[in-house]
């Protein structure tokens, strides 16, 4: 049964059409990033010498390259948990997104089957 | 002929028709325009349908109530599959990614469901300027992944969950659905054997080894992560792995990460390895009962080392309880700080608690606020943790250092400390030659002072003066803070350098 969750236990300032930023979230010094379809992109934790020690994915560290990970829809670059695009079952619409007690992001898909085009000489693409 | 007809025609809305070289009588005119009708409605569904899909595809806005309403039009019960919830969180320096998987009883024949874990990770040092030239270079600091997972889903789902779907991003703009039972799982059944953990080290002295730690459950077991073989390069140095303790060590070079799994995996990889690489190669088949309804998989992650106040990853998962309480979404808990939030502002201006107009302001309020508690302010004592020696607890090496740095500067910036600790500590006039100004009941004689110092905590006052005001330590606090400064700003979106 879902319910309806008041706006002051989940929150949300995404338009979800136009990613922007990622979302952070931690505990002492203990960081992780998703993006705004939630891909785990980065996490980090309190190093001595340096101040932050980061687990990114494998690109470069540059601002530009950062935030085209942070955007991009696919997942690319994030390591967490991601349904793989061969499966025959892929995310459709966002029905909830939001932070919940301002602190930890939540988000939940639709689940939907992939529709295979029947026509004769037609791959498969599942 | 032509010119009546032209007269009659301009009588007509549509006498634009005259300009084409037609000669259409207004019967015919009216037949068309009635023909194109119908063709027209002939042809909405299709338009109609097209429409729909654009609107999925690319404007997926919550907040249009226009496209929940296009959404309830399409019928595409049949693809229904379920629903995705994901939850992160951060608990005792561990990422926990909880993500839930309801099976709609739609299905009817068994479907897979690939996920994958993990994937290609890099550490890299906040301002580390090494960083940015090997960017170019090819990266050898990866771990490879891990899994995926083959999940035939026959099962059943409650025939209302759609059409509910879509009502609440209509009504409320800022609302977001939220299924209580489905972060708040059961764990208490969880078989919690010895397992795999998926770790990735970075043998470096640059990095003080940092270590990488994943695992994950799948419906409270232990899942068996392998890896798969993307490169057959690094796979000889595989082959040269020394195990120890459950993972391996490689003899590579500095800043090479090193892969390593468990022993068992090291049996198994062999004959993985000469395969292409393929990510679906490598899967695990769990054929669901009809009893059950959803899958709940969490990953966990955690950075650890030497360098690291932080023991690792933690071996059990938290509860349910545990992490309902944590989450703050439960009525009473401490945590509901959303509740709080809410209570204090209606307070302050006299707004009833139901009444969302406002709602805004106080969520962007709250969640800045939440988020320079949580995430901007790094609780980092630089100094402190460079002073301190491996192999000691926090307390006794640590001071044993610090005094010794003391007695090293000059009698000047002596002064200046003790005095700026006496001031903070007790705020009386205590001028004794005490060398480490320290508030102590009964003063030593100054011969022997490191004794003392063992015993005692380091106190605030001590930290003060050892990151800002001693010369010696000064400068280095200081280049190592701007580019941390530098990268978090770097982070947030903002262009350091043309700041400069």
């Known amino acids: 049964m879902l319910i309806l969750v008041p706006t002051a236990y989940c929150y949300t300032s995404h338009v979800w059409s136009y990613a922007g930023k990622t979302v952070d979230f931690g505990k002492d010094g203990f960081t992780a990033s998703v993006s705004d379809w939630h891909y785990l992109l980065q996490i980090t934790a309190p190093h001595p010498s340096s101040g932050l020690v980061y687990a990114r994915g494998d690109y470069p560290d540059r601002s530009s390259s950062i935030l085209a990970r942070a955007q991009d829809k696919d997942g690319r670059g994030s390591w967490g948990f991601r349904i793989s695009h061969t499966s025959e079952i892929m995310t459709e619409d966002c029905i909830g997104q939001g932070l919940l007690n301002y602190r930890w992001p939540y988000m939940a898909y639709n689940l939907k089957l992939k529709q295979v085009p029947k026509m004769d000489g037609a791959r498969d693409i599942v | ?500």
């Not at chain 2, 059961?186 to 043998?203: H, I, K, P």
């Open chain 2, 1 to 500: 002929m032509l010119l009546s007809t032209q007269d009659r025609t301009c009588l007509l809305p549509s006498h634009y028709l005259s300009c084409l070289p037609l000669h259409i009588s207004p019967f015919q005119l009216l037949t068309l325009v009635i023909l194109a009708t119908y063709l027209y409605s002939l042809h909405l569904p299709y338009i109609y349908i097209e429409t729909l899909e654009l609107h999925s595809k690319s404007s997926r806005s919550l907040n249009s109530p226009t496209l929940a309403l296009l959404h309830i039009g399409l019928d595409d019960s049949d693809l229904v599959a379920g629903t995705l919830h994901n939850c992160s969180f951060v608990k005792d320096g561990t990422v926990y990614q909880i993500s839930v998987i309801r099976i709609s009883s739609k299905i009817v024949t068994p479907k897979k469901l690939v996920f994958t874990l993990g994937g290609q990770v890099r550490f890299s040092l906040c301002g580390d300027k090494e960083a940015y030239k090997a960017t170019s270079s090819p990266v050898s600091d990866i771990i490879e992944p891990l899994n995926n997972t083959r999940i035939p889903a026959t099962l059943p789902v409650a025939a209302g969950a759609a059409s509910n779907t879509y009502d609440a991003p209509s009504t409320k703009t800022n609302s977001v659905i939220f299924n209580s039972e489905d972060i708040l799982y059961d764990l208490r059944a969880l078989n919690l054997s010895e397992g795999q953990v998926m770790t990735a080290t970075c043998r470096s002295s640059r990095y003080d080894n940092v270590r990488l730690d994943m695992q994950a459950f799948m419906n409270g077991k232990r899942m068996i992560i392998r890896k798969s073989m993307q490169d057959d390069t690094s796979l000889s140095t595989r082959e040269n792995l020394i195990c120890s303790n459950g993972e391996i060590e490689a003899s590579e070079a500095e800043n090479r990460l090193v892969k390593s799994t468990s022993e068992k995996e090291v049996e198994q990889r062999p004959s993985s390895a000469k395969g292409k690489p393929d990510l679906t190669s490598d899967q695990q088949t769990i054929t669901l009962g009809p009893g059950q309804k959803e899958v709940v998989i969490i990953a966990s992650y955690s950075l650890s080392g030497s360098c690291i106040k932080h023991e690792g990853l933690e071996k059990k998962v938290p509860s349910s309880d545990e992490i309902q309480t944590y989450l703050g979404v439960r009525e009473q808990s401490p945590q509901c700080t959303a509740k709080l939030w809410t209570e204090a502002y209606n307070a302050d201006y006299g707004f009833e608690e139901d009444d969302s107009t406002e709602d805004s302001e106080i969520h962007a309020i709250a969640r800045c606020v939440e988020r320079i508690i949580a995430v901007s302010s790094i609780p980092a004592d630089f100094v402190a943790h460079r002073l301190r020696q491996p192999g000691t607890p926090d307390g006794k090496g640590l001071n044993v250092i610090r005094v010794e740095e003391l007695e090293k500067n000059t009698a000047a910036s002596l002064e200046t400390a003790r005095t700026t600790a006496n001031d903070i500590q007790t705020g009386s006039s205590e001028t004794s030659k005490h060398p480490n100004g320290r508030e102590e009941p009964t003063p030593e004689p100054p011969e022997g002072p490191k004794p003392e110092l063992e015993i005692n905590p380091p106190t605030e006052a001590e930290e003060i003066q050892v990151l800002g005001r001693e010369d010696g330590l000064k400068d280095e606090a200081n280049t190592k803070l701007i580019p941390l400064i530098e990268n978090i700003m770097t982070l947030d979106g903002v262009d350091f350098e043309s700041m400069l």
